[in-house]
């Protein structure tokens, strides 16, 4: 199940390296449970013609077959078989996003060098269009990194996304604690053990100290 989890998971990863959208330090993923199951299949299918890619790039771009292949294989010690207690963590992103950045500046410079000579017009649009994405990412990291200032902030961004999550609402729990607002934090702490009355015991000692 881990396993299959993780077909889903990975894709999860390159959507958020194209489209950084839906970011969640704390995700609650939806686990895997047959091969069938149709978004498991379709990522399945999704990765494995990435991987044929690389290996019809080796001889004509190694380079870029090689950063394509880095990604999986950097990626591979927190999702493959091995089970761990977190399905998803966007901070497992870090190394094996250096393949994928590679391949994009590379894909941005085959079109400026394809074209600058007889499309200058199109030259333009690309610039242009690439001082506008990076704006737009600049403006995202921007406002992301203002919600790691405050953990308060940060874990009310967790359950805001996620509201089942339980240990998002016991960790918010804490923040207010830490903060003296003794009453908001039992108010985290007391939904965190209504949605699993089981958890963690250190969250009936977190609300028997609020």
């Not at 047959?34 to 999704?46: K, N, R």
């Not at 010690?77 to 963590?89: C, G, R, Y």
């Not at 190394?95 to 017009?121: C, D, K, N, Q, Y």
């Not at 269009?129 to 200032?149: D, E, F, G, K, P």
Request: charged letters at 15%; glycine letters at 4%.
């Amino acid at each position: 199940e881990y396993l299959l989890t993780q077909f889903n998971v990975i894709v999860t990863y390159l959507r958020l390296l194209i489209l950084p959208v839906g970011q969640n330090m704390d995700h609650v993923y939806p686990i895997s449970r047959a091969f069938l199951e149709p978004g498991t299949v379709i990522s399945f299918t999704l990765l494995l013609s990435v991987i044929l890619m690389a290996v019809i790039l080796f001889k004509r771009w190694r380079v870029g077959s090689f950063f394509i292949l880095w990604f999986f294989i950097i990626i591979s010690p927190t999702s493959t078989i091995l089970p761990i207690n977190d399905v998803i963590a966007e901070h497992r992103l870090y190394l094996p996003s250096v393949g994928i950045f590679f391949i994009t500046a590379s894909g941005m410079v085959w079109i400026f060098e394809r074209f600058r000579r007889r499309h200058s017009l199109l030259i333009f649009i690309h610039c242009v269009l690439l001082m506008l994405v990076t704006a737009i990412l600049w403006s995202a990291t921007y406002r992301r990194n203002l919600l790691w200032n405050s953990r308060i902030a940060m874990w009310q961004d967790v359950v805001k996304k996620a509201p089942d999550n339980d240990r998002g609402h016991d960790s918010l729990g804490l923040a207010y604690q830490n903060k003296g607002l003794f009453e908001k934090a039992v108010e985290q702490h007391e939904y965190a053990l209504k949605l699993k009355p089981y958890y963690d015991p250190s969250v009936y000692k977190n609300l028997g100290v609020a």
